[in-house]
């Protein structure tokens, strides 16, 4: 069974940087198509933050995040990561780590089959 496991989040304030880190069970990365970062607000639905092909390591952001945030990753460590730079309030949530072992839109939640437990990031203006 595949396990991912988020850490990293914490309380900022806005202008800070936090690191999200994502490892998941060996073995299982390589199997991986892409890796995504989703976060969810209060009252709001789950939300498309970044994605990672593994394979050839090309990333996607959705534009609320684009020139701040960046995502990684580390075939050796079999960990994926989030860089958040320039964080605002609006950026706070709960953030989750994803996994698709298939082809799909990247942006759907629905396109992965797996998900780390979450972890929170708040932003204080």
């Known amino acids: 069974q595949v396990q991912l496991v988020e850490s990293g989040g914490g309380l900022v304030q806005a202008g800070g940087s936090l690191r999200l880190s994502c490892a998941a069970s060996a073995r299982t990365f390589s199997n991986f198509y892409t890796m995504g970062w989703f976060r969810q607000a209060p009252g709001n639905e789950r939300e498309f933050v970044a994605a990672i092909r593994w394979t050839i390591g090309m990333t996607y952001y959705a534009d609320s995040v684009k020139g701040r945030f960046t995502i990684s990753r580390d075939n050796s460590e079999n960990t994926v990561y989030l860089q958040m730079n320039s964080l605002k309030p609006e950026d706070t949530a709960v953030y989750y780590c994803?996994?698709?072992?298939?082809?799909?839109?990247?942006?759907?939640?629905?396109?992965?089959?797996?998900w780390g437990q979450g972890t929170q990031v708040t932003v204080s203006s």
């Open positions: 994803s996994a698709s072992m298939a082809v799909g839109d990247f942006r759907d939640r629905r396109s992965y089959a797996y």
